[in-house]
C-alpha cells in the first residue's frame, strides 16, 4: 500500500525556472518529511526536511512548503540550475527511534541549460 | 570518515545461488537499515535494526535475511536468489540523536 504519492514522475524545467515537486501522504501519525535527492549511481543524500509544526521551510534555493490540513507537501527549487538535475524523493516518518521512512516512487528532474 | 560502504558494488547471480551483501558504517550510529529500489517503485524498507542485536522486517522482507553482526556492520543474505530480486540495494544508517538516514552507494544486483 502506497502511503506517500509523489508527483510527477517526470520534470523538464528550463535554467533558471522553478521546479516543483509534490507528495501527498495518508497516515496523520507521519511527523517528520526529509526530501532526499540522488544522482545517477550514487546513494540518495538529504536535501532539505520539514515537521509539520511549521508550513515551510527554506535552505538556499530549496523550499518545502507543508500543508497539514490537506496532508500535502511540495519540494521547491528556485533558479533551479542544470546541476539539480537528478532524482528526487519525498519521503514521511513516525516519530519513534527507528524513524522508518516511507519513500514516495521519485521524479526524476532535467534542467536544461 | 568513509561513512556508509557497501561492497560489492556489482553483482550477477544466477537463479537459486545465494550471497550477502555487506554494508558498514563508521559514524557510530544505531540505527542501520537495507532498502531496495526499483524503477517507478522508490526506495523500500526490507530489514532494519534499530539497535545493536536488534532486527525487524520492513515492507519487503520475504525472500531476504539480515544480520547486526556488531554497531558498524549489517549484511543482507539472499539464501536463493530469484529474478525479483534484481534491484539496486541501499544500505542507511542513522543516529539515536538525529532524524536522518545516510545512504550509501548502493549494490547492483541482477540474478538472471
Known amino acids: 500500500q502506497q502511503q506517500v504519492k509523489q508527483s510527477p514522475q517526470s520534470l523538464i524545467v528550463q535554467k533558471g525556472g522553478i521546479s516543483i515537486i509534490n507528495c501527498a501522504y495518508e497516515?496523520?501519525?507521519?511527523?517528520?518529511f526529509p526530501w532526499y535527492q540522488q544522482f545517477p549511481g550514487k546513494g540518495p543524500a538529504l536535501l532539505i526536511a520539514?515537521?509539520?509544526?511549521?508550513s515551510e521551510k527554506k535552505e538556499g534555493r530549496f523550499t518545502i512548503s507543508f500543508n497539514k490540513s490537506a496532508k500535502q507537501f511540495s519540494l521547491h527549487i528556485m533558479d533551479s540550475q542544470p546541476g539539480d538535475s537528478a532524482t528526487y524523493f519525498c519521503?514521511?516518518?513516525?516519530?519513534?527511534?527507528?524513524?522508518?521512512?516511507?519513500f514516495g516512487t521519485g521524479t526524476r528532474l532535467k534542467v536544461l541549460a | 570518515n568513509a561513512g556508509v560502504t557497501q561492497t560489492p558494488k556489482f553483482q550477477v547471480l544466477k537463479t537459486g545461488q545465494s550471497m550477502t551483501l555487506q554494508c558498514a558504517q563508521d559514524?557510530?550510529?544505531?540505527?542501520m537499515y537495507w532498502y531496495r529500489q526499483d524503477p517507478g517503485m522508490g526506495l523500500r524498507l526490507i530489514y532494519y535494526?534499530?539497535?545493536?542485536?536488534?532486527?525487524d522486517k520492513g515492507e519487503v522482507p520475504n525472500g531476504y535475511n539480515v544480520s547486526r553482526l556488531n554497531k558498524r556492520e549489517f549484511s543482507l543474505r539472499l539464501e536463493s536468489a530469484a529474478p525479483s530480486q534484481t534491484s539496486v540495494y541501499f544500505c542507511?544508517?542513522?543516529?539515536?540523536?538525529?532524524?536522518?538516514?545516510?545512504f550509501g552507494p548502493g549494490t547492483r544486483l541482477t540474478v538472471l
Open positions: 542507511a544508517s542513522k543516529s539515536a540523536g538525529s532524524d536522518t538516514q545516510y
Open positions: 497516515n496523520t501519525a507521519f511527523d517528520y
Open positions: 520539514i515537521r509539520p509544526d511549521v
Open positions: 519521503a514521511a516518518s513516525k516519530g519513534s527511534g527507528t524513524y522508518k521512512y516511507i
Open positions: 559514524m557510530n550510529h544505531n540505527s
Open positions: 535494526s534499530a539497535s545493536e542485536g536488534t532486527t
